[in-house]
């Protein structure tokens, strides 16, 4: 058989069996980040098939036209507008899936090379595992940003600076509330009603940052819509709620559902009213001059932030052709190398700033 064949086949191979594995690897992906997990859970994942943009309906305002009437009395007619748009980009992904001609060579035989195709599938789902959540939770600080309250943007690729990944929380929920920004094309300086809910602790003790908490939590929870129910904060600030509580296992979750959708076991999840708290290693230190944001484990800010969530005005949206999928593998011919790549198109989106806060500044050294 000639060389080009023997190629050919061997891409088909690993092609069809990494096809198997792929819905696997797009639910792991997606269920190691716990704010995509939370959201798929209750059913804020939206598939699309396509458009230039992402656009999600805004209501900025109520109907006035809502009132009491009786009989035959005259109904209110008035012309209502209140309703608008946010526009959100693409964001794209890829993760590759390569093997050498050396690596394939050494593991003749279907059974050895798809046990090597297992491998390099779990390297490039860690991978996009790492890359999506560093994108969506962590962010980059803006490239000249200065002072504290840095503003937060999307990460840039690595090969292309100028193309942008998804938004992260950072940035739909800004510790600056009325920064001059647009998120979703619409600037919260300018309109007050786009405007998340923020404010700075100065709490020393337990109970001061509980009813810091209560506070931010109340001005998330006015007006319809709920309350916050998802907390995410990074992982000193979970420590210390977590200190505060005494062995009161009622702040525990105990949802087999929602350990379910989180993972992990009841003690990693606690609860602060209606809210559930997770952390994570890479929630940025939001208020401080100096802070950090890298890849993978975080390093441990000097202050600690919470994000107050209201998954009803927030979802993410992926591209139904793009959801972590695999290609075909392909032979190039100047490489002696069998590759694919996982894409993923997509993007993280909001509906209502206002049901959505952040607590920064916490003081990680609260004892009692």
Known sequence: MAATSVSEVYDAVLTTTARRMNREISDNISRSNKLIAWLKGHGKERTLSGGER????????????????????????????GITAAFFPWSQMSVPITISGLERRQNNGEERIINLLETKMMQSEISGMELLNNCIVGGRIVSGATG??????????????????????PALVDANASRSVSIGEINGNTESWWRNNAQASSASTYSGLK??????????????????????VD???WEVYFGSLHNQERYFVTN????????????DHLKFRGSTMVWDEV??????????????????????????LNSRY???????????????FITPV?????????????QLCMSNRRKHGILYDIDLTIAA
């Open 256 to 267: 087999q559902r929602v350990i379910n959708i989180l993972g992990g076991a009841e003690e």
């Open 235 to 237: 992982q000193i600030t």
């Open 148 to 169: 504290s309250l840095n503003q937060f943007s999307s990460r840039v690729g690595t090969l292309d600076p100028s193309v942008s990944g998804p938004l992260p929380i």
């Open 211 to 232: 009813q810091e908490f209560n506070n931010v939590y109340n001005d998330c929870r006015r007006g319809v819509g709920g309350p916050p129910d998802l907390m995410l």
């Open 314 to 328: 927030l979802e993410y949206d992926v591209h139904r052709d793009a959801n972590w999928t695999q290609t075909p």
């Open 283 to 308: 929630i940025p230190d939001v208020g401080t001059t100096t802070a950090d944001v890298v890849d993978g484990i975080g390093t441990i800010g000097q202050q600690g932030t919470a994000y107050f």
């Open 334 to 346: 100047n490489q002696d190398a069998t590759v694919a790549h996982l894409l993923w198109q997509g």
């Open 54 to 81: 992402i656009k999600v309906g805004l209501m900025y305002e109520q109907n006035s036209g809502a009132d009491i009437y009786s009989g035959y009395g005259q109904l209110d007619t008035t012309p209502q507008d």
